[in-house]
């Protein structure tokens, strides 16, 4: 997969920007704060409508405005697309791929994958269970749109469960449709648990080799998905973990209600990452951390070529400046084929004869 060409009006710093990438390596370098990490941000947007950053889409927009607008040219499955993103303060986002208006998100990864590493992905290894959900949510989602759908109703239903185990008290009435909210929790959460689980199966064989290259092979990194205690095989098939999952709901009901939490489903679920037998997120130092996280985005980049047939865009930001030589320079190996997208600092050295470097000061771009 390859974005040849990006266009953005309004869109975070930019005012408007065009830039055409090379297929091969595209250095994107400038002082903090001038846009470098947009670029890539819009790049990604394109293929998951969203953001790392940006809880809303709101946010995306230049301050000022009410609207931006993105548009990537796109070759992909040996076919050239043009994806657009147009974006409302207080209305629905629209998507279109050739002209064509798109109903869900999901059908962007259809399209269009990309492999985002930026410096928040530390939290990947450091923070709690819900950034590497989001890690494995994210990856899914371009791989399989009706996941993507799944997830979107899980979380609606999950929000409107917690609304009547809140409001319980107030309105009984609420407690009539609890049994319905649950069935169906069951019914989706299955899917999402079955989907998740062979994802991590496959990263898990990937990752590892990936790791121990970084660390010179001094170091086994390992990956277990840990979900709700009563599904004791999480790569069976959905019917069976529906049954696990209610059964799991009946146990936890008076709790949730006392509690007014919703205790019981996939939305607890976790990735646990391991080093040399240890909890990472306890145990690992920083440069631990780091590597760790970049082979997880590494290996998944592998993961979306085995499925799909073609390397997806890798985008890269400041991934280099916190490495040392060694593992800056297995990176570098490591990304060999396919489209690249890295920011940086400072202007770099030499590039492929076919790569490009952009310069960005300001939100504008100058070539070269």
């Not at 916190?322 to 800056?328: K, T």
Request: charged share 30%; hydrophobic share 35%.
């Amino acid at each position: 997969m390859i974005l040849k060409a990006l266009e953005l009006d309004f869109f975070r710093n930019y005012v408007h920007t065009e830039l055409s990438f090379s297929p091969g390596v595209n250095v994107i370098w400038g002082e903090n704060a001038q846009g470098k990490t947009n670029l890539l941000e819009a790049a990604a947007y394109l293929s998951s409508c969203r953001s790392h950053r940006a809880r809303y889409d709101r946010e995306l927009i230049r301050f000022g405005v009410d609207h931006a607008f993105l548009k990537g040219e796109v070759f992909s499955h040996s076919r050239d697309f043009t994806l657009e993103a147009r974006l409302h303060r207080g209305e629905r986002r629209q998507l279109f791929s050739n002209g064509v208006k798109l109903k869900t998100a999901g059908e962007l990864g259809e399209v269009f994958n990309t492999i985002l590493f930026c410096p928040e992905d530390l939290s990947l290894i450091r923070d709690g269970a819900v950034e590497r959900r989001r890690f494995l949510d994210d990856a899914i989602c371009q791989l399989r749109p009706r996941y993507a759908v799944a997830l979107a109703e899980y979380k609606r239903l999950y929000e409107q469960k917690t609304r009547i185990l809140r409001d319980q008290e107030e309105k009984p009435s609420l407690l009539e449709t609890l049994d319905d909210f649950n069935l169906r929790m069951a019914q989706v959460g299955a899917y999402l648990i079955h989907y998740r689980a062979h994802f991590v199966k496959r990263l898990s064989a990937l990752t590892p080799p990936i790791q121990s290259d970084f660390s010179g092979g001094r170091e086994r990194l390992s990956l277990r998905y840990e979900t709700v205690s009563t599904v004791t095989d999480p790569e069976a098939g959905p019917k069976v973990i529906l049954e696990r999952l209610l059964e799991h709901q009946q146990t936890h009901r008076r709790a949730e209600l006392e509690s007014r939490q919703c205790l019981s489903g996939p939305h607890k679920d976790d990735l646990a990452v391991e080093l040399d037998g240890q909890t990472a997120r306890q145990f690992a130092s920083q440069g631990q951390t780091r590597t760790a996280a970049l082979s997880l985005k590494l290996a998944c980049r592998e993961l979306f070529r085995e499925e799909t047939g073609e390397w997806p865009v890798l985008l890269l930001d400041d991934v280099l400046s916190e490495l040392d030589a060694r593992r800056r320079s297995f990176v570098l190996e490591r990304i060999d084929g396919g489209q690249v997208l890295i920011t940086c600092c400072e202007e770099t050295g030499a590039i492929p004869p076919d790569g490009r470097r952009f310069q960005i000061r300001d939100g504008t771009v100058k070539e070269g």
